[in-house]
């Protein structure tokens, strides 16, 4: 027998919770994950909200994969028990625009902002496009180019 954590009820006040956005930061294996996913079909079934305006965002891209597919996992779960028509259509709505919702890391998350909206961020469009060769290239050029400055100046940090 499985005994409910101690904070269970802001566990469900995270799931429930719609005046605004939550913040979910716990160790490994508290069950952050399953959280998320609860609050998502919450959101969808109770609320109606589109699953293109959810925004979940972890750390790693492992976490947001695993976030995704248990996101997709749960609502097709859902979907198939779910009497309600309005609901189930909501759910059937929400896996077809799965792979549009922003289900990322941070860093995913910020490139796509600014990538839809260069001009407000002061960027020219397509800015955010990286050729990971050049950037590697430059990256060593200019830590090479540092370097040696330091070395030939005698700086004391670097002596």
Known sequence: MSRAPRDQSARELAVRWTEGPILVEAGAGTGKTDL???????????E?????????ITFTI???AELRSRIRAALSGAFEKETD??????????????????ISTIHSFAMRLLQERPIEA???PGAGDVDTDAHDDLRDRLWEGWLR????GGDPAIE
């Open 62 to 64: 492992k976490a947001a």
């Open 85 to 102: 028509e309005e609901a189930r259509v909501r759910f059937r709505e929400a896996l077809d625009r799965i792979d549009r919702a922003p």
């Open 36 to 46: 998320l996913v609860r609050r998502v079909l919450h959101l969808v079934r109770s």
């Open 48 to 56: 109606g909200i589109d699953i293109e305006r959810i925004v979940a």
């Open 122 to 124: 002061g960027l020219r």
């Open 149 to 152: 400055e330091r070395m030939t």
